[in-house]
């Protein structure tokens, strides 16, 4: 028994932010990358390849003992011929399935007597459910893409003779939305953080607040064990996000993200055992570590691509004023919108904590300059 | 101005921690290594080459925008020629005087009215200090190698035959060892952590203790004030240590050492900011993060080789055992007494992470089996 090779398929942020832990834990990590200058290939040791093709990564598994996968893209039939080669790949491709495949996702959760919205397949005619509705492809949409808010039968007529089939859910007037981060391994150990308060704009998530400020107790129990029992009812091994809607004291399903989450980024510095070292422990089959928190609250901005192409200058600024603000840059290219890193601040003072962070996020790409 | 390319020469495990916040704030980052299975190669873009050869120094120089280096052990010869060709290289070579040279060191804690043992620069006859003694070489010992304790005068005259000149310390009947972790950068900003209480057997750091208890808030704002004095006096430029014995209330200065240290080695989970971090802020002239404490107690225990050859299987008992250890392997071979890899612990317990810090080292390197 010696120190396993991980690999991972993709080389994003997610990526490139499990390679921290895998080298604290001496692991040999490798990333499956498709050019050199991707996030992760260029912090890690790196295999270039298609994650379409099969060949190319089935010797990529042959030079690893677990691999992962840090996207939603790579194709269930490609996770199946590793199946079926007899690689160790996590998460399964069943538990992917609930990921890929949104509609097979609202039957299982049903099936887990936990609540989901109104939902319907659809695939033309009269929808059972009342304008205005959310419509959604099945598959392959995330961070908002893919889904549809739909006025009325004509705009669901127009799309679905674009899309076919579609998932129809009721538009929930919700009081806000949350992430429950969940781990899984093999040896079926388990474990959730507290639940995080996620904002979104636009459908993209803008910043987080760990824990809930105000959640109930009850409540915050109640979600947290819905995501262990869906984390069970999909038999996950890895790292899971469970989005959800909150409306006074329920809550309800929105969408599942089998791989560590931009809502998970605040346990880097706010948990003992952040999301990626969680991953790579949990399909590793090692023992899940302690999801306490290291502060009373942890804040998390997305630092989104604006007017400014430089994201190193704005350091000198931010540096100095704020000494306890931590810095993620996922070394992309600033595109307009595009997620190229995060910012993070542990502490007491939820206000102060937000006020740094919204600052830092506006003065790095750009919306202040000072 | 856009993402600098830190090189650092040396791919030991300090190389190997820096990768850590190099990724996160998104630098460009490259080890200069002797072996492709060097600690930090392994983990991290690497060029190979011999830290003693000037042209091949420099021609590693050339791809980076500021060079540093992770041991003491780059010839003065090899910094003084990258400083004359123009290269940012830190710490200077004139403060790594003070590391290399024990000699000018004590020359220089006199000059600043620090408090030094007594001490005299011996080149043979009768010592003006009483037996028994310290006799070091004035360069290259480090974890106790060079220091030698002499009981008397026919000892001196015979290792002085073998060494040439030595400095000569008296022996101080200490109460415990600390050590002060500090940063300054060009732009003159400097900042310490709390002071930590330093284990030794046989001369090298077995655990340690941050911040040390039941220390006396005079005698910790002292210490730190000498810290910040000494890295100010040698004009320091990166993190250092300044070991120190404690008598009561008084302190000593004991070593210097230029660079991320295995007495700081707590801050990557026990503060806001790691030393590996700070150091490459100050190199950067960025300024300089929080060195606030996250948790009451941070606890480091040093891996020490033993027995046993394999590192990973222990996991299996330690994680599951107590959830909040955190592990860092080198990714070294294991050799009997050699540092292969740290855990810490943070807390508010001080005798629970002791007592779970050292049974972890001990059961990691054989002493225990369960």
């Given at each position: 028994?010696?120190?396993p090779?991980v690999g991972?398929?993709?080389a994003?942020?997610l990526?490139?932010?499990?390679?921290v832990?895998?080298?604290?834990?001496?692991?040999?990590?490798k990333?499956?990358?498709a050019i050199?200058?991707?996030?992760?290939a260029?912090?890690?040791?790196?295999?270039?390849?298609d994650?379409?093709n099969?060949?190319?990564v089935l010797?990529?598994a042959?030079?690893?003992?677990?691999?992962?996968?840090?996207h939603?893209?790579v194709?269930?039939?490609?996770?199946?011929?590793?199946?079926?080669a007899?690689?160790?790949?996590?998460?399964r491709s069943?538990s992917?399935?609930?990921?890929?495949?949104?509609?097979?996702?609202?039957?299982k959760?049903?099936?887990?007597?936990?609540?989901n919205?109104?939902?319907q397949?659809?695939?033309g005619?009269?929808?059972?459910?009342?304008f205005?509705?959310?419509?959604?492809?099945?598959?392959?949409?995330?961070?908002?893409?893919?889904?549809f808010?739909i006025?009325t039968?004509?705009?669901?007529a127009e799309?679905?003779?674009?899309?076919?089939?579609?998932l129809?859910?009721?538009k929930?007037?919700?009081?806000?939305e949350i992430?429950?981060m969940?781990?899984?391994?093999?040896?079926?150990?388990?474990?959730?953080?507290?639940a995080?308060l996620?904002?979104?704009?636009d459908?993209?998530?803008?910043?987080t607040?760990?824990?809930?400020?105000d959640?109930t107790?009850?409540?915050?129990?109640?979600?947290?064990?819905?995501?262990?029992?869906?984390?069970l009812g999909?038999?996950?091994?890895?790292?899971?996000?469970?989005e959800?809607f909150?409306?006074?004291?329920?809550f309800?399903?929105?969408?599942?993200?089998l791989?560590?989450?931009?809502?998970?980024?605040?346990?880097?510095?706010?948990?003992?055992?952040?999301?990626?070292e969680?991953?790579?422990?949990?399909?590793?089959?090692?023992?899940l570590?302690?999801?306490?928190m290291?502060?009373?609250?942890?804040?998390m901005?997305?630092?989104?691509?604006g007017?400014?192409s430089?994201?190193?200058?704005p350091y000198?600024?931010l540096?100095?004023?704020?000494?306890?603000?931590?810095?993620?840059?996922?070394?992309?290219?600033?595109?307009?919108?595009?997620?190229?890193?995060?910012v993070?601040?542990c502490?007491?003072?939820?206000?102060?904590?937000?006020?740094?962070?919204?600052?830092?996020?506006?003065?790095m790409?750009?919306?202040?300059?000072?």
């Amino acid at each position: 028994m010696s120190f396993p090779r991980v690999g991972v398929i993709g080389a994003g942020q997610l990526a490139r932010m499990m390679a921290v832990p895998a080298n604290d834990l001496g692991l040999d990590f490798k990333v499956f990358a498709a050019i050199p200058n991707d996030s992760a290939a260029q912090v890690a040791h790196f295999v270039l390849g298609d994650y379409s093709n099969v060949e190319s990564v089935l010797a990529f598994a042959k030079e690893c003992d677990v691999l992962t996968f840090e996207h939603e893209l790579v194709p269930q039939s490609v996770i199946k011929a590793l199946e079926a080669a007899g690689v160790k790949v996590y998460p399964r491709s069943e538990s992917f399935t609930y990921s890929q495949d949104k509609l097979e996702m609202r039957k299982k959760i049903a099936e887990l007597n936990l609540p989901n919205p109104k939902w319907q397949k659809y695939d033309g005619g009269k929808p059972q459910l009342e304008f205005p509705l959310i419509a959604k492809l099945p598959a392959g949409g995330y961070d908002g893409r893919g889904v549809f808010v739909i006025q009325t039968p004509s705009e669901l007529a127009e799309l679905h003779k674009k899309t076919g089939t579609l998932l129809l859910e009721e538009k929930l007037a919700f009081d806000y939305e949350i992430a429950v981060m969940v781990a899984r391994s093999p040896h079926n150990q388990a474990a959730t953080w507290p639940a995080t308060l996620t904002i979104q704009s636009d459908g993209i998530c803008t910043s987080t607040v760990t824990p809930i400020p105000d959640i109930t107790d009850s409540l915050s129990a109640k979600v947290q064990a819905a995501a262990l029992e869906i984390a069970l009812g999909i038999s996950l091994v890895g790292v899971m996000a469970v989005e959800m809607f909150i409306i006074g004291e329920n809550f309800y399903i929105n969408e599942l993200a089998l791989r560590p989450h931009n809502s998970g980024h605040w346990s880097i510095e706010g948990s003992e055992t952040s999301q990626f070292e969680q991953h790579l422990r949990a399909i590793l089959d090692l023992p899940l570590g302690s999801t306490a928190m290291r502060s009373k609250y942890a804040v998390m901005g997305n630092v989104l691509g604006g007017e400014k192409s430089d994201m190193y200058r704005p350091y000198l600024h931010l540096m100095a004023r704020t000494p306890g603000l931590k810095f993620h840059q996922y070394g992309k290219e600033v595109k307009p919108g595009r997620k190229i890193g995060h910012v993070t601040m542990c502490g007491e003072n939820l206000l102060q904590l937000q006020q740094e962070v919204a600052h830092a996020v506006d003065y790095m790409n750009g919306v202040i300059d000072e």
